[in-house]
């Protein structure tokens, strides 16, 4: 849980997660060497500082101790005093013992005053920043003595503070500029995977380390092997098919010169069938990219398809969704093709075919239910693959198929780096299929 906890909070990017590595260390050696900077310069210097001013302070007590009227005046103590660089007068209280709770230096201050003269009785650095206050108690009365702060402090000791945290904010944005190069190069080769498992073709030439360029190269001749065993199955298939028209066309033509007759009638259904089946393989083996992406709007594509199927037949009405004025980039043609493959498989099993569109700002959603049986949750998984018969219930006398609509209508949504997703419809209580894509 501790480590989940944790990894909550780290960024996520790859430009955060190397700032982090960056600025760790930096963050802590700059800590490491601050907390050694102020012991010896603030506790070490200050004291000794501080210890050679309590020398002075000791010879002015005596002085004050020993005086004698008759031998010399107060003016001569406090002559005295203004020769060691300090100011001194007479009180009848002490000062107000103060202190800054950040001023560290002037803690080890007041200690040392404190412990090396024993009728000090009260400090105060606050009333002038620039001086240090004490009061001395005497028999009769307070001698409260003043002298600069420089004389116990290190003068602007917050210099090397600042010119570290100055450096490494330097040293930090010059290597987040270098790092910055050696991270592009990964980013166009994610740009580059991801347009790719869209369906989209973008230039990219591997540049940056070796690392990441033995990543590009891989990447390039991955594409390149995908895309020649695409073409080489379109061909496949386009070969098959062609070379299986030719025989058909013939045969076909030889039984329409037939004489009609119920067995004649049987043969052209059958040969007709085949047709048909040959052409769901030619469909399959386009496998999505018959054209390229274009921005386009999603509620123009719907509303043709409703047209044209219920020019045929089918009785399809478009559902209220979550429409937007908004163009898309897809393959319009594509689209079309998948939903009619649902649509078609729709009308074989059911009365009633709803299709619609959903849009959001990061997807957008084909949605085609009907009143149909539906397929249970345990074969859904299964009815997407190809070459997939789903049971009679599906299909009733309504004509069969070899499995290929739902597998044609999944390959088209994964070319526009989306899924394919099957449930039950709330709407009509049948199968429900949605094309979710990413925009």
Not at 52 to 69: A, L, M, Q, R, W
Not at 158 to 164: E, S, T
Not at 168 to 181: C, E, H, P, S
Not at 225 to 253: F, N, W
């Amino acid at each position: 849980m501790g480590a989940l906890s944790i990894r909550n909070y780290l960024p996520r990017s790859l430009y955060g997660r190397v700032a982090l590595i960056l600025l760790v260390p930096i963050v802590t050696i700059q800590i490491v060497v601050s907390s050694s900077f102020i012991q010896r310069l603030y506790e070490g210097v200050t004291r000794q500082m501080t210890q050679n001013v309590v020398t002075e302070i000791k010879y002015i007590i005596n002085e004050v101790e020993s005086f004698d009227p008759n031998l010399n005046s107060e003016a001569d103590i406090f002559l005295l005093i203004q020769n060691l660089n300090m100011q001194a007068i007479w009180a009848d209280q002490a000062v107000l013992p103060r202190r800054q709770f950040y001023d560290l230096s002037g803690k080890v201050v007041v200690d040392v005053l404190f412990e090396n003269l024993e009728s000090v009785v009260s400090v105060d650095l606050i009333d002038d920043k620039r001086s240090v206050v004490l009061s001395y108690q005497l028999p009769d009365r307070f001698l409260e003595i003043r002298f600069p702060r420089y004389r116990v402090s290190a003068s602007n000791p917050h210099q090397l503070l600042v010119l570290m945290a100055f450096t490494g904010v330097l040293m930090t944005a010059i290597a987040y500029l270098f790092l910055k190069n050696q991270v592009r190069p990964i980013k166009r080769l994610a740009r580059a995977a991801e347009a790719f498992g869209k369906g989209r073709y973008i230039h990219y030439s591997p540049s940056g380390a070796d690392e990441v360029r033995a990543a590009g190269k891989a990447f390039l001749e991955m594409r390149s092997r995908i895309e020649q065993q695409i073409e080489q199955r379109a061909l496949i298939y386009s070969g098959v098919s062609h070379d299986l028209r030719t025989p058909l066309t013939r045969l076909k033509l030889g039984l329409s010169m037939q004489e009609e007759s119920e067995d004649n009638n049987d043969l052209i259904q059958d040969v007709n069938e085949i047709e048909r089946l040959i052409d769901e393989f030619l469909d399959f083996s386009k496998d999505g990219y018959i054209d390229d992406p274009i921005l386009v709007d999603p509620m123009t594509i719907v509303s043709d398809i409703i047209d044209n199927s219920n020019r045929v037949g089918l009785k399809v009405v478009l559902s209220k969704g979550l429409i937007r004025d908004k163009k898309i980039m897809l393959r319009p043609l594509s689209i079309k093709r998948a939903l009619e493959n649902l649509i078609s498989n729709a009308g074989k099993s059911s009365k009633s075919v709803s299709c619609s569109v959903n849009l959001s700002n990061s997807i957008l959603v084909f949605v085609v239910e009907d009143d149909g049986p539906g397929i249970p949750s345990d074969k859904r998984k299964e009815a997407v693959k190809a070459f997939t018969k789903l049971d009679r219930s599906r299909n009733q006398d309504r004509g069969g198929g070899v499995g290929l609509g739902l597998a044609i209508s999944a390959d088209i949504a994964k070319s526009h780096g989306g899924e394919l997703r099957l449930g039950t419809s709330e709407l009509l209580g049948g199968l429900k299929v949605e094309i979710l894509i990413p925009i």
